[in-house]
């Protein structure tokens, strides 16, 4: 038979027990995936994101960040992401060009001027609408970040004129528009995982590639292909995403919170990058690459093919020019 101090004690007792289960419930470790190595600006973003998160959630929400492709190349977890066993990705434009055809028009070659106009064309309206294209694929757009301007570079010779890419096996993310860009250049394009660079232009698998100061640097792509020419064919961003499934399992408050942190992780992501740029720069000139400059007009002039094929509706169309206009 219960007293009522037993009751009472029983009544007390399933209190805090559902008090902790759910202050447990509410508790959000999430997984974070990136190709990139840890210390790179990417990766430092992010977990300045999880320290903005745990401040604010009082330690509820914080976010591991796996680096160096722990959990897969892009292209894998990208379909990962889209389950939920994923719940952020880190990815480049490029491998959403198949799947969201807005993501296209950032990535032709040549659409921003300048570092700047692509900062203000992705941080404005622009960049906003297109962050809501993901949420019809299982994906959350929270930000974008900078992937740098990308060049090519090879271990055959400088490129100074679309002419000198002839016959060249350039590696290419697994993107059509990057295969694209490539052929009208003249030089045979190579789809193949970034992880497996290095060891390709190595054995002469492929002659060269193309990437950012970064990306050259991080890789050690320089020791085995010393030509780097200043193309700066590419300025398309890249974009932070999160599992719609994992992201509909939070609260209004946390989506919020989650929503905020991912777009203040972009100053920090910007700050470190232009740094991260200027000193891999410095490094792979000490250590013996060669870099040119060249005249650009001859390389755009070359992409007409690119955007006929890319840019076929009045949607994408209006993209461009609304990019195009942005002063």
Same mark, same amino acid.
């Given at each position: ?5 037993? %009751? ?74 889209? %389950? ?93 528009? %990057? ?149």
């Amino acid at each position: 038979m219960l007293t009522k101090r037993t %009751f009472g004690a029983l009544a007390g007792a399933a209190i805090l027990a559902l008090v902790a289960g759910t202050a447990s419930a509410q508790t959000v470790t999430l997984r974070s995936t990136d190709i990139h190595p840890d210390g790179y600006p990417t990766i430092e973003a992010v977990k300045h994101m999880s320290k903005l998160l745990e401040e604010r959630s009082k330690g509820r929400i914080k976010i591991n960040v796996f680096h160096s492709a722990q959990l897969g190349q892009e292209k894998d977890t990208i379909e990962q992401t889209r %389950f939920g066993v994923i719940d952020m990705n880190r990815i480049n434009m490029a491998p959403f060009n198949n799947l969201i055809p807005a993501t296209n028009v950032p990535s032709l070659p040549f659409i921003f001027r300048s570092v700047d106009h692509m900062r203000k064309v992705m941080d404005g309206p622009i960049g906003d609408n297109l962050l809501k294209e993901f949420e019809k694929h299982d994906l959350v757009g929270l930000a974008f970040y900078d992937s740098g301007s990308r060049s090519f570079y090879n271990s055959k010779r400088a490129i100074n004129t679309p002419a000198d890419m002839k016959g060249l096996k350039i590696r290419v993310q697994q993107s059509d528009m %990057f295969v694209s860009l490539v052929s009208a250049l003249g030089a045979n394009a190579t789809p193949m995982n970034f992880g497996e660079v290095y060891s390709g232009l190595q054995t002469g698998v492929i002659d060269g590639a193309e990437n950012n100061w970064p990306s050259y640097e991080s890789t050690k792509h320089y020791e085995v292909a010393k030509f780097y020419s200043l193309t700066e064919h590419s300025l398309s961003p890249e974009v932070l995403v999160m599992s719609k499934k994992s992201f509909d399992k939070l609260s209004a408050e946390d989506k919020a919170l989650v929503r905020a942190a991912a777009k203040e992780s972009v100053a920090k992501m910007r700050e470190l990058w232009d740094a991260r740029e200027k000193a891999s720069e410095a490094k792979v000139k000490a250590g013996g690459a060669v870099v040119n400059a060249v005249e650009k007009q001859p390389f755009i002039d070359a992409m007409k093919p690119v955007y006929d094929k890319f840019v076929t509706d009045a949607k994408l169309k209006d993209m461009v020019s609304a990019i195009q206009a942005v002063k």
